[in-house]
């Protein structure tokens, strides 16, 4: 199985700043089969990266996603209020797809 | 526009059985992966399983193959996950989910709001 390591645990940022969360697979991801998905309080989760890099329909371009192998990264630039959520990755190379624990990202 | 309705909360009591639903609507059911990922509360997702209701191919994560089954009926476009011995980790918010295309099964794109099961004696 492969374990996603996500850091830091929590994020606090003022608005208009960039946010950028860490996942950490314990092997490489085949295909770079990485995504990354917002959940809000009480909401069901919303994926916004697939491929690693690739922007979900509607998700707005401060959203991007990067990195190859073991090390991912999700980008949120000019961070909004709306953007207060918790972060995970999730990799689907391997045969049986895993997530990481989650970034907690607060807007100050 | 892609809806997934699921199933109201259940309450069940520890070796109960139990099985909880997802109307599919707005994509041609049988074209498409559809599949179940857990959420204990405050903690991560996990990924249980996807079923692709064309032929039944199933596929399931090994730590809950066995305990739980996934299955599909394609005559009401509805996904099922099923438990014959529910235990008190069972517990969890289930959801139920379709992926972005046919070709891989996990790219989640689309989440039902959601079936809170609570298992306790």
């Known amino acids: 199985e492969i374990v996603l390591t996500q850091s830091p645990g929590t994020l606090s940022l003022s608005p208009g700043e960039r946010a950028t969360l860490s996942c950490r697979a314990s092997?490489?991801?085949?295909?770079?089969?990485v995504g990354w998905y917002q959940q809000k309080p009480g909401q069901a989760p919303r994926l916004l990266i697939y491929?690693?890099?690739s922007r979900a329909s509607g998700i707005p371009d401060r959203f991007s996603g990067s990195g190859s192998g073991t090390d991912f990264t999700l980008t949120i630039n000019r961070l909004e209020p709306e953007d207060s959520a918790v972060y995970y990755c999730?990799?689907?190379?391997?045969?049986?797809?895993?997530f990481g624990g989650g970034t907690k990202v607060e807007i100050k | 526009e892609v809806r997934l309705v699921q199933s109201g909360a259940e309450v069940k009591k520890p070796g109960e059985s139990l099985k909880i639903s997802c109307l599919a609507s707005?994509?041609?059911?049988?074209?498409?992966?559809i599949g179940w990922v857990r959420q204990v509360p405050g903690k991560a997702l996990e990924y249980v399983a996807v079923?692709?209701?064309?032929?039944?191919?199933?596929r399931y994560n090994p730590s809950f193959q066995g305990h739980v089954t996934i299955s599909a009926d394609k005559s009401i476009n509805t996904a099922y996950l099923q438990w014959s011995s529910l235990r008190a980790s069972d517990s969890a918010m289930y959801y139920c989910?379709?992926?972005?295309?046919?070709?891989?099964?996990?790219?989640?794109?689309?989440w039902g709001q959601g079936t809170l099961v609570t298992v306790s004696s």
């Open positions: 079923i692709y209701p064309d032929d039944s191919d199933t």
């Open positions: 491929g690693a890099s």
């Open positions: 092997q490489s991801v085949s295909n770079d089969y």
């Open positions: 999730q990799q689907y190379g391997s045969s049986s797809p895993t």
């Open positions: 989910t379709r992926p972005l295309g046919w070709e891989v099964p996990y790219e989640f794109a689309q």
């Open positions: 707005g994509y041609t059911f049988t074209r498409s992966w």
